[in-house]
């Protein structure tokens, strides 16, 4: 079943996407494997290589074992990254280096109230529609792209990245000036790893309801 749905997932993208069974991981192929990380994730070759030995080498018991394993590896670099920071004798492209793919992680996210810039993936768009479908005026919008842009300059490299849950954008505004305020590019990692991950386990908790909700529909 996992096999099917997911090449069904692979071939057709306009098709409702279903996570593998959690027990089939270990022995899919990579491109299962990498369409299956980025139904939960932003699509990031560097958390491909990240992940990938991590799904081959562990069994899980479930999509949220899984995304609080990823979570820990991610945040052990983010401390990686820290510590060699504050270390004046690593050279700095040594630092350049330990930070990168973190960072190429965290900037795979698209921006917040930016879709028709941006190709968004479905999951993406899902999310960010409650945003996007409210009534703004240009004045909140424009206000959205300069925060979008001060926080970029604040923290090169990264995307702001949260877990919109339902909130508008007055609310989410105000969390991207407190955190574009704190100005603490160290906290700022882990702030995004965690909504990543905030993310990742919301997107397989609606996705494993949608193939439950298609299972009882055909049995009924």
């Keep these: 079943m996992s096999s099917h749905t997911h090449n069904h997932t692979h071939l057709n993208p306009e098709a409702t996407p279903f996570l593998p069974a959690i027990t089939s991981l270990p022995t899919l192929p990579d491109a299962a494997l990498i369409s299956t990380l980025d139904l939960l994730f932003e699509p990031s070759p560097d958390l491909h290589a ?3 030995p991590t799904l081959r080498t ?13 979570r820990d590896e991610l945040l052990a670099i983010a401390d990686a990254v820290a510590l060699a920071a504050a270390d004046p004798s690593v050279p700095q492209i040594e630092k350049e280096n330990i930070q990168r793919p973190l960072h190429a992680i965290l900037g ?5 109230g930016e879709p028709k810039k941006e190709k968004l993936s479905a999951q993406s768009r899902k ?5 996007n479908s409210q009534k703004d005026s240009e004045e909140v919008k424009e206000e959205l792209r300069r925060l979008n842009r ?12 949260v877990w919109v849950n339902g909130r508008g954008r007055g609310e989410v505004m105000g ?6 305020a704190r100005g603490d590019l160290r906290a700022e990692e882990r702030e995004g ?3 990543m991950c905030y993310i990742a386990a919301d997107r397989a908790a609606k996705l494993l309801k949608s193939a439950q909700e298609a ?3 055909g049995s009924a």
Excluded: C, K, N, W
Aim: net charge negative.
């Design 50 to 52: 990240l992940a990938l």
């Design 58 to 70: 562990i069994s899980f018991s479930s999509y949220d074992d899984l995304i609080s394993t990823l």
């Design 108 to 112: 795979s996210h698209p921006r917040l």
């Design 127 to 131: 999310e960010q529609a409650h945003l």
């Design 150 to 161: 001060e926080y970029e300059e604040t923290f090169p490299g990264l995307r702001y990245v």
């Design 175 to 180: 969390d991207m000036r407190r955190r574009i």
């Design 193 to 195: 790893i965690q909504a």
């Design 215 to 217: 299972v009882e529909h």
